[in-house]
């Protein structure tokens, strides 16, 4: 079974300040990892992935994600946060293609608030 | 179509009551996913189809829930005598052969009264 934990409910920041939403997994076998962000009324926006290579991905919006394999984390990051960033962020996993289940499993969402 | 499309928006059903709601892909997207968001809560997996084949409902609640795919392209989800544990948000995604990314659709939020 796969599963993602994302352990803040709401992540606080100042508009300026570096911001990071924490993600960890589980699943077996090599992961594909997601980010997407939710604004009211909307549908999921993809921000980034991680398949294979660099650690270290970038996205959209100046959002960046860093993959650690011994940690099984995936946290997100952006260098300095804008208040138009204030939205629901989810992290999802799915196991890698060749093992067949193509679902995504995604964490339970973290609301992140940038004040100006 | 530019993006994922689904229809209707919002929908208020009677207990008890049949609802349908329809799901048109990204043009030449072969894998269509349903997710079922509850409030406050991350998407759930409900089922998924590679062009009309559904490969996995392993998401679905109940049988009182059903989806098909007949010609490959566009959808559509049932579902049965609806409760109100249904009351939910229910997104559509598509993906095409190439890309490991899904894109969705802005949901049909359900009521159930």
């Given amino acids: 079974a796969q599963s993602v934990a994302q352990p803040e409910d709401q992540v606080n920041v100042a508009e300026g300040n570096p911001l990071t939403v924490k993600c960890t997994y589980s699943v077996s076998g090599n992961p594909y990892l997601f980010w997407y962000v939710q604004y009211p009324n909307r549908g999921l926006q993809f921000l980034l992935k991680y398949i294979t290579g660099d650690n270290l991905v970038k996205g959209s919006y100046g959002f960046e994600a860093e993959f650690n394999k011994s940690q099984t984390s995936f946290h997100l990051k952006k260098p300095s946060a804008l208040v138009s960033d204030s939205a629901l962020y989810f992290c999802a996993v799915r196991a890698h293609m060749d093992t067949g289940r193509r679902a995504l499993t995604f964490g339970s969402g973290t609301r992140l608030q940038v004040q100006p | ?113």
């Fill in chain 2, 1 to 113: 179509g530019a993006g994922v499309s689904q229809s209707p928006r919002y929908k208020v059903a009677k207990r008890g009551q049949d609802v349908a709601l329809r799901c048109d892909p990204i043009s030449g997207h072969v894998s269509l996913f349903w997710y079922q968001q509850a409030l406050g809560q991350g998407p759930e997996f409900l089922t998924y189809f590679q062009n009309e084949a559904q490969l996995d409902k392993s998401g679905l609640p109940s049988d009182r829930f059903f989806a098909e795919r007949p010609e490959g392209s566009v959808s559509t989800l049932k579902i049965q005598r609806t409760q109100q544990e249904d009351s939910a948000v229910y997104l559509c995604a598509s993906s095409s052969p190439g890309n490991t990314e899904a894109f969705f659709g802005q949901g049909t939020r359900l009521t159930v009264v």
